[in-house]
């Protein structure tokens, strides 16, 4: 049985493919982080009052990891999502993962510089990823 969804099924498809998809790379590379900056034993993740003074004792390499994270999920979330839903659910998928990034900053403070680094390292990752679909696709379908 072949399953056959109309263009906009696989935008959508594509998209949630593609924001999954980024969304475990950027969990994945995190942990990786954590292993060279790993948190205090014990600590509580849903205390905002301890993340904040975590996050100021931080080393700048520790952020440059979750912005390596944060690139690394708009590049594989943009590639997962136009290779099923084509150009828009890429850059759709890659915009929601920015947006993930910026929740984040809500939620717990960073040093003022990481905020315009999340956009432009989602930015270029999203713009990776369309080329590398590009490249796959041979300019047929996608990007």
């Keep these: 049985m072949k399953l056959s969804l109309n263009p906009n099924g696989k935008a959508i498809l594509g998209t949630v493919a593609g924001v999954i998809v980024g ?8 942990k990786i982080g954590h292993s060279f900056f790993p ?3 014990g600590l509580d993740f849903n205390d905002p009052v301890v993340l904040k003074k975590l996050i100021a004792t931080l080393p700048v390499g520790a952020f440059l990891f979750v912005l390596l994270a944060y690139g690394l999920g708009a590049i594989a ?9 084509g150009r828009n659910a890429a850059v759709i998928a890659g915009a929601i993962l920015c947006l993930f990034g910026f929740m984040n900053l809500l939620m717990i403070p960073h040093p003022i510089w990481f905020g315009p680094c ?6 270029l990752g999203t713009i990776l990823g369309l080329q590398v679909n590009k490249a796959i696709r041979g300019n047929k379908g996608c990007c």
């Design 77 to 85: 979330g943009s590639i997962t999502g136009g290779l099923i839903g």
């Design 118 to 123: 999340v956009l432009v390292v989602n930015g």
């Design 39 to 41: 948190p205090p034993e």
């Design 23 to 30: 969304g475990i790379m950027v969990g994945f590379s995190e």
